[in-house]
């Protein structure tokens, strides 16, 4: 609970600063990208460093069944059983985290740094912090890009928070780890509160700020809001569900990235530069062929909610 309040003080603080110069300074480029960046970075730092660390952050591993008859299991102390699967009672410092559409649903980060032998798990942070790092970077900037539209982001958010919200409890109930087939998180489902107070707020929030729009939230929400749905995620395990899950942010990045990218190139080739699109983020492209604002919020919302459902469903589908 403590890292996801520092991320949304830290970044709201960030995006409040941009804001200010934006607004009271009447300067359009508003906070340097540079600066943002950095104060993403030590977002990431901090998270990857005590998520790592931290003696407080553990999971409990499943006990291989093969090894065991059923009668045995019931009696063997140190394994809590459930219906199906059966967890150790020893809670274990571990960088795996969820992986969709793969049988054996998790993976280990360290085995990314399997050439370095026995000192692999002991290493592993030069590999989890920089994936930290670029995780609460990317979704924090695509909230922030999302936020073009009345009413865009915050739905988007909402949807999403409660997806996470879902995950959060099932991880931390045993009963339900078990028949999902995922890693059993002791003591993740009281972020389940947090995260329904952050729905809450963004519902709240969506009436006012539903087109037309009578207040605004500007970087220090969106930016926030992007950084707890990253941390969020990470903290529960389920940081590689992101490019589904928050499928809506992705595209929004991509857009702009393409965008400039095929600009510069076209104008370094050719002398003059030429766009994929009317004009990025995505979402601009479609105001701009003149579909109404309210039916592209809407569909967005609605492919939103698909991905959602996709989500939960991957735990089942391997």
Known sequence: ??????????????????????????????????????????????????????????????VPLQHYELSELQTIPGIETGPIARFSKESVKSTKTTIPFVKNNEFDYAFLLGFLGKNANKLAFLIYIPIVILIITAVSNGANLT????????????????????????????????????????????????????????????????????????DTGSLSMGGVIAVFAIMIRKELLIPILCGIFLVENLSVVMQVAWFKYTKRKYGQGRRIFKMSPLHHHYQILGYPEPKIVLRFFIVGLMLAVLTIITLKIR
Request: net charge neutral.
């Open 147 to 218: 936020d073009g539209m009345d009413g865009l982001a915050t739905g988007t958010s909402a949807i999403i928070g409660a997806t996470l919200g879902i995950l959060a409890w099932v991880s931390g109930n045993i009963i339900f780890a078990d028949y999902l087939n995922i890693m059993y998180l002791p003591n993740t489902g009281e972020l389940t509160i947090y995260m329904s107070a952050f729905v809450g707020a963004c519902i709240g929030f969506l009436w006012y700020n539903t087109y037309p729009a009578q207040v605004f939230m500007g």
């Open 1 to 62: 609970i403590i890292l996801i309040l520092f991320t949304t003080v830290w970044l709201g603080f960030i995006g409040f600063v941009d804001d200010y110069i934006k607004v009271f300074r009447h300067e359009k480029k508003g906070l340097a990208a540079r600066f943002k960046l950095a104060g993403q970075i030590v977002v990431g730092i901090v998270v990857g460093t005590t998520l790592f660390f931290s003696d407080a952050v553990v999971i409990r591993e499943k």
